[in-house]
């Protein structure tokens, strides 16, 4: 009786009390909206407390309280949005997203429940976690609000954080309980006037602090997994009310006390749970990747990964890989392990690290580890957090000697190429996180295959220079077998002209020449490299002659045919060589009795030769896919395929072109065309 007439003047006090304020607050005249959500939150709070002590008197139901109640949590949650949201007009709230959704929800919840309170039996319960569910959120929203506002908004809004929180928080217990029981408790009830006594000056100072509500807020990663710790809290206690009250309605006499006891038992596991690191860090890494963004900029990352490896003065890939990734996380010190099989590691690059064999014993379980599960291991987690890597073995103390705290696995498509082993970040000292992972995994990627690609450059160069020697030889074998055909001619016709003067004369030229051409070839085997000719002013006339006269020494004969006298600057060797080449080709296809016609002119500014015969002839399908292809042939061990070839690289090599008109069984016409870039045509011609 005493605890109701207490109840009855807290209440009479709370009316008053918000009376005043209401007073003060229209004297003020703040038009702003934030200073009249200020005045119908406590315009709804004078409304429940005055129609409560009414109730304690008259003893009417409490649905009329409830009424208020309803629209008192409303206002005073808006108050918190707009404030955090920084909205200064009915205009921006109705079509703010967050007020709009939270008004929604509010108008829903609030017709269900008070449609069930008056149409089901025992209705009542659902006013109940109705506000249980609106104080829990509110109590949500203001501890965002507080937790993000800048320092110098703290101070304005601690008054009315602690004014409103304890408001959230009493009814929220007294509605828990009232959920629980289904029923509420009346001690709780008339206590609950005295918190609101309290907050009135609270609100007063508040109001006078923040005269404008203009609070700067950032929501942080740490308040929303707070804040979802919290709301995880209540939905959890919230499940256990219902629960609870399942259990004292179905347990009879015995109910209440084993609702209790289960409300107990659920809070000391709830407490177990918040306590559960594993669990935390669950939900953090859950809130962070789906509502924030990222740690890293990505696009900025990587690009200065670009930057890194293009500007990279280093020779040593090995070396550019690994400070590229030491740089990410601000890493001093690594290592680059190549796995050349399970067993057997090979140091790449390693700076500021002196791996043992110890080391590499332990890389094997790492190995297995990293092939079915490719993840980053960080052994300052794998000593703190029991089972973070599941069926992993490690001696931690192996790495801990040498100041390896993460391996990153480097995979170059499915299979792992080998490992960055890093010391710890100089400004991090906790284990890594999924977003630090994450980015070393994109850079590990990315780095893989760069190293792959400089190891393929340096396999194919390596093959590059053994192909470059074998095409060197390939041409000075077909240098050496000109010159053996020309030697062998001679012996083969010597006994039967030895006697003539000019067959001496032209045998003698012909040895001369053959002495100059290995000279050569001896130049280029000493210098390991094809001997460039030194272009000079020569008559492209003598050239062909020369060269029809050296061929003329087989059959069937060549027929030369020079407009006027040409002087070009041209290698003189090579385009001697690249015609006797020509020549020898068409001889070979053509019979004896057969002929071989070279035709020189100089037409549109361009220096013009046929080569032509009425040999064999060749297929269009032939001239296509092998004629100009080094080393295809059809002559068998005879000849080595690059005479055309020869040909075709040097002609265009100095902008001329090379085209073949062919018909089998007719013969062959080869068509050189030469810029006259070099070419220079005497006056009197």
Not at 399 to 405: P, T
Not at 461 to 490: G, P, T, Y
Request: proline letters at 2%; aromatic letters at 12%.
């Amino acid at each position: 009786m005493i605890l109701e007439l207490l109840g009855l003047l807290g209440y009479i006090i709370a009316s008053f009390a918000f009376f005043v304020f209401i007073l003060l607050l229209l004297a003020a005249r703040n038009n702003t909206l934030s200073g009249r959500l200020v005045l119908m939150g406590s315009l709804a709070t004078l409304a429940s407390f005055g129609f409560g002590a009414l109730q304690l008197q008259q003893h009417f139901s409490l649905k009329i309280v409830f009424v208020f109640e309803t629209v008192k949590i409303l206002l005073w949650s808006l108050l918190v949005l707009t404030t955090r949201e920084r909205l200064f007009s009915f205009k921006e709230l109705f079509h703010n997203k967050n007020t709009k959704q939270f008004m929604l929800i509010w108008l829903l919840s609030s017709f269900a429940s008070w449609w069930a309170a008056y149409h089901l039996q025992g209705g009542g319960k659902y006013l109940f976690l109705l506000f249980l569910v609106f104080n829990l959120w509110a109590l949500v929203l203001l501890e965002q609000l507080y937790r993000n506002a800048e320092i110098k908004s703290k101070w304005a809004l601690a008054p009315l954080v602690i004014a409103l929180g304890a408001m959230f928080v009493f009814d929220f217990v007294l509605f828990a309980q009232a959920s629980m029981l289904n029923k509420l408790d009346f001690d709780l009830w008339y206590l609950r006037s005295l918190i609101a006594i309290i907050s009135v000056p609270l609100l007063l100072i508040s109001t006078r602090r923040m005269k404008d509500w203009s609070v700067n807020v950032f929501i942080s990663r740490e308040v929303v997994f707070y804040s979802s710790m919290l709301m995880i809290s209540g939905l959890y206690l919230l499940f256990m009310a219902f629960a609870g009250y399942i259990i004292n309605y179905l347990g009879g006499e015995w109910g209440s006390k084993i609702s209790v006891v289960f409300l107990v038992l659920g809070t000391i596991v709830l407490a177990a749970l918040l306590i559960t690191e594993r669990l935390r860090r669950e939900v953090k890494v859950f809130i962070t990747k789906h509502f924030f963004a990222n740690k890293y900029e990505y696009k900025d990352e990587w690009l200065k990964l670009i930057q890194q490896l293009e500007i990279s003065q280093s020779g040593d890939y090995y070396q550019t890989a690994l400070r590229c990734i030491c740089s990410t996380l601000q890493i001093p010190n690594g290592l680059i392990i190549k796995k050349q099989n399970l067993g057997r590691y090979g140091v790449l690059y390693s700076e500021g690290i002196s791996p043992d064999q110890n080391l590499f014993y332990q890389l094997e379980n790492v190995d297995k580890f990293c092939q079915q599960n490719n993840w980053i291991i960080d052994i300052r987690e794998f000593d703190k957090v029991e089972n973070s890597y599941p069926d992993l073995t490690l001696d931690s103390s192996v790495f801990a000697q040498l100041k390896i705290s993460i391996i990153v696995p480097i995979m170059i498509a499915e299979d792992l190429y080998g490992f960055f082993l890093l010391s710890s970040p100089l400004e991090q000292k906790k284990p890594l996180n999924w977003e630090d992972r994450d980015l070393l995994a994109a850079i590990s990627k990315q780095l893989s295959h760069y190293l792959s690609l400089n190891e393929a450059n340096e396999k194919l160069a390596e093959a590059k220079q053994f192909d470059a020697f074998n095409r060197m030889s390939a041409f000075l074998v077909h240098d050496l077998k000109n010159v053996q055909a020309q030697l062998s001619l001679i012996n083969s016709n010597a006994k039967k002209h030895r006697n003539n003067p000019e067959f001496v004369d032209d045998a003698f030229a012909t040895v001369a020449s053959a002495a100059t051409r290995l000279e050569k070839v001896l130049a280029q085997l000493r210098n390991k490299t094809v001997l460039e000719f030194k272009q000079k002013k020569a008559s492209i006339k003598q050239i062909l002659t020369q060269v029809a006269e050296q061929r003329n020494i087989d059959s069937p004969q060549v027929e030369l045919s020079i407009e006027n006298d040409i002087k070009m600057v041209i290698e003189e060797e090579t385009f001697s060589s690249v015609i006797n080449h020509l020549i020898q080709n068409s001889q070979e296809a053509t019979n004896d009795n057969g002929w071989v016609n070279i035709k020189a002119s100089y037409f549109n500014k361009r220096l013009n030769i046929a080569i032509s015969d009425n040999g064999s002839g060749m297929s269009a399908e032939f001239i296509k896919n092998r004629l100009f292809k080094a080393f295809d042939t059809t002559k068998g061990n005879a000849g080595m395929g690059i005479g055309v070839f020869e040909a075709k690289q040097y002609i265009e090599g100095i902008g001329g072109t090379i085209q073949v008109t062919s018909f089998e069984g007719k013969g062959t016409t080869f068509h050189l065309s030469i810029p006259d870039i070099n070419i220079v045509i005497p006056a009197d011609s």
